[in-house]
Nanobody, 120 residues
Framework: QVQLVESGGGLVQPGGSLTLSCAAS????????MGWYRQAPGKQRELVATINQGGGTNYADSVKGRFTISRDNAANTVYLQMNSLKPEDTDVYYC??????????????WGQGTQVTVSS
């Protein structure tokens, strides 16, 4: 099976920065895409950013120009650099991966979630 382990969350002041990391491990044959989602209490989980095999990226309008998603293919790791953080960025952030766990079979996997709190 595949596991996604997240790290890097915490408390920052408005205007500050954080970088989240997500490392995939287990029966990984290839990674089609990875991304970050976030969810606040009482709200639906929403897409933040994704990156595909070719390096193409996609961002939610609310984070464009402030967040950057990147990857380290050798380490099966995806990062989310978050700059100019706002209180409305306060959420639990979840890592997502579309991953082949055999030569012909794939599934979507989720990390455990990491809390990001932006507050004075």
């Amino acid at each position: 099976q595949v596991q996604l382990v997240e790290s890097g969350g915490g408390l920052v002041q408005p205007g500050g920065s954080l970088t989240l990391s997500c490392a995939a491990s287990g029966s990984i044959f290839s990674i089609v895409a990875m991304g970050w989602y976030r969810q606040a209490p009482g709200k639906q989980r929403e897409l933040v950013a994704t990156i595909n095999q070719g390096g193409g990226t996609n961002y939610a309008d609310s984070v464009k120009g402030r967040f950057t998603i990147s990857r380290d293919n050798a380490a099966n790791t995806v990062y989310l650099q978050m700059n100019s953080l706002k209180p409305e960025d306060t959420d639990v952030y979840y890592c997502n991966g579309k991953i082949y766990f055999s030569q012909t079979r794939w599934d979507e996997f989720w990390g455990q979630g990491t809390q990001v709190t932006v507050s004075s």
